[in-house]
């Protein structure tokens, strides 16, 4: 079982609108929580860390559901510039310092 | 800081030859992981190293895989010998070990490998 699991999409939205995305995880141990983006042929990098009670910054906004094990971004007013891949991070600090991606999110936002 | 620096960017070779994935971790980073990417499994973790010290190698697919961290300030992964299912983009990632929650990941530009 994949330690975190993610609807691979595609998303394909207009201009303007508003996308979620959820991302589940299969330990309750993990520790803490991030959203990735990765645009094409590029390396991964930190989007927003998730707090447990949930964060914003600008039009993102991140919750994370312990009791369901569940993390989700929400994206407001989507831009050209957003299309890209969201992946869903864990990580286990007192095992190690593992992290742990799921396969990603791809979104494309059409003018 | 200049980051993670990964060597070589694009790499083509031959199945069956060896080939060696080169990482310098940001300084003052205690963690390094090495991760592959592949459209159809997504990235993988396949090691990660603490302290220069391997914890979890459960990730990498087999023997003919083998990572090394001589020091603080290097690491390669190395595969020998190369088949055609190994193309992938390898990423390596380096991380403070804080013991802080939150404390994110910064990944290198990655390998791109192709074994023909």
């Known amino acids: 079982r994949k330690e975190v699991e993610q609807d691979p999409g595609p998303f394909n939205v207009p201009e303007g609108a508003t996308v979620a995305f959820n991302c589940t995880y299969s330990?309750?141990?993990?520790?803490?929580f991030f959203w990735y983006r990765q645009d094409c042929r590029k390396e991964p990098k930190l989007l927003m860390s998730?707090?447990?009670s949930g964060n914003e910054d600008g039009r993102f906004t991140a919750q994370l559901n312990r009791a369901s094990q569940y993390i989700s971004l929400l994206i407001r007013d989507s831009k050209l510039s957003d299309s890209a891949t969201y992946l869903c991070v864990v990580n286990f600090l007192y095992t190690g310092n593992q992290f742990y991606f799921g396969t990603g999110t791809s979104l494309t936002v059409i003018p | 800081d200049a980051g993670v620096i990964q060597s070589p960017r694009h790499e083509v070779t031959e199945m069956g030859q060896e080939v060696t994935l080169r990482c310098k971790p940001i300084s003052g980073h205690n963690s390094l992981f090495w991760y592959r990417q592949t459209m159809m499994r997504g990235l993988e973790l396949l090691i990660y190293f603490n302290n220069n010290v391997p914890i979890d190698d459960s990730g990498m697919p087999e023997d003919r895989f083998s990572a090394k961290m001589p020091n603080a300030s290097f690491s390669t992964l190395k595969i020998q010998p190369s088949e055609p299912r190994d193309s992938a983009v390898y990423f390596c990632?380096?991380?403070?070990?804080?013991?802080?929650?939150?404390?994110?990941?910064?990944f290198g530009q990655g390998t791109r490998l192709t074994v023909v």
């Open positions: 998730v707090y447990s």
């Open positions: 330990n309750s141990a993990s520790q803490s």
């Open positions: 990632a380096s991380s403070p070990l804080s013991g802080q929650p939150n404390t994110e990941a910064f």
